[in-house]
């Protein structure tokens, strides 16, 4: 898989954050591991608002994935986190858009939407990893 569609305006934001943050360029599976970070986060909340808890389970927080991460609900991703935590909060609909891409779960866990694919190649002076080019495949949340 790809590392976030290079043209996506919330890998943009991410990256350009994560570079301001650490003064280095995001690399490998970083934006992944950000977007699941935050989709648990979201979760956190809700699962906590649904079930009235201060402390919800992971069985709470499991089945409040989806309900982040799916449609309907408003777009919220990487430069809008803040007004995604208040539309949860108010008990909203949310579909968290990440750095990755615009992602959703279906019924047995299986990503669906935009999948991007990384075409990569060694560079030769330099022994590192090149992107080429990126491929989108789409795959329906049917």
């Known amino acids: 898989p790809g590392f976030g569609l290079a043209d996506n305006p919330q890998m943009m934001y991410f990256a350009d954050s994560?570079?301001?943050q650490f003064g280095t360029?995001?690399?490998?599976f970083t934006v992944n591991g950000y977007d699941f970070v935050l989709i648990t986060a979201?979760?956190?909340?809700?699962?906590?608002?649904?079930n009235n808890s201060n402390n919800p389970t992971g069985e709470m927080i499991r089945?409040?994935?989806r309900a982040v991460m799916n449609p309907p609900g408003q777009m919220v991703g990487p430069s809008n986190l803040a007004q995604g935590l208040q539309l949860v909060r108010s008990a909203q609909?949310?579909?968290y858009s990440g750095g990755y891409g615009a992602i959703?779960?279906?019924d047995?866990?299986?990503?669906a939407g935009d999948i991007t694919y990384d075409v990569l190649r060694v560079d030769?002076?330099?022994g590192t990893w090149v992107t080429d080019s990126q491929q989108v495949i789409h795959v329906p949340l049917d």
Not at 42 to 50: D, H, Q
Not at 108 to 111: A, L
């Open 25 to 28: 360029p995001p690399e490998g």
């Open 93 to 95: 609909n949310i579909n």
């Open 63 to 65: 089945d409040s994935l």
């Open 18 to 20: 994560f570079e301001q």
């Open 108 to 111: 047995n866990g299986d990503i």
């Open 42 to 50: 979201l979760a956190i909340e809700r699962a906590g608002l649904v």
């Open 104 to 106: 959703d779960w279906d």
């Open 124 to 126: 030769g002076a330099t």
